[in-house]
């Protein structure tokens, strides 16, 4: 289907294979991400001294502690990028057509925007981070992320304030061959 609205041009090609890919990259981006920052979130919540309990003091710090969350733990392993050009990153030479990783989650440890960046804090203002992209590849779900894990977080404080993992942490397996990092599952328990 092409549509011509002067001066803006929308082409839309709609093959199978095209929607198959969109869907699947919908699926991953929508639910696993989420599920797994879920997963990996409580790990570092209830594995970190203080924090969950702050949080089931103060259930309404399920936004921040979210936020907080997103910045510094993250669920990408990095971004690969193909680079078009020669050029020189630090002294490294990368040639047009080299594959680079772009590791995203170390400028969400900025000490420029945040002095204690590598310190967890659920009671942190919430501030930039690039835990969801950022411009033109800015997650299109990140507010519904962020309603998923603030209600996850409020909930599981205010119902389950006893919540603990079951099992030692040299015992989670965690996820292989997948772009979203975390646990393949967490085994909790409670009183």
């Not at 919908?26 to 001294?49: E, H």
């Not at 020669?86 to 002294?91: A, Y």
């Not at 397996?173 to 409670?190: F, H, I, M, N, Q």
Request: hydrophobic residues 40%.
């Amino acid at each position: 289907i092409e549509r011509t609205n002067y001066p803006l041009t929308l082409i839309v090609r709609d093959t199978a294979a095209e929607l198959t890919q969109m869907n699947g990259a919908l699926l991953i981006a929508g639910f696993d991400t989420t599920a797994s920052m879920i997963t990996y979130g409580l790990t570092c919540l209830l594995n970190t001294p203080g924090q969950w309990e702050k949080l089931c003091a103060d259930p309404g710090l399920a936004g921040p502690a979210a936020e907080e969350l997103v910045r510094y733990l993250g669920v990408s392993i990095g971004l690969l990028r193909q680079a078009t050009e020669d050029t020189v990153l630090n002294g490294q030479p990368i040639r047009a057509g080299d594959y680079v990783v772009v590791a995203v989650q170390s400028g969400n440890r900025d000490t420029a925007l945040h002095p204690d960046a590598d310190t967890f804090d659920v009671t942190r203002k919430p501030g930039a981070h690039l835990g969801f992209g950022h411009g033109a590849h800015a997650c299109v779900g990140q507010q519904i992320a962020r309603i998923e894990l603030t209600t996850v977080l409020s909930a599981l404080a205010r119902r389950v304030p006893t919540l603990r993992i079951a099992v030692p942490l040299e015992e989670i397996e965690w996820k292989r061959d997948s772009v979203v990092r975390g646990p393949a599952e967490l085994p909790v328990t409670w009183s």
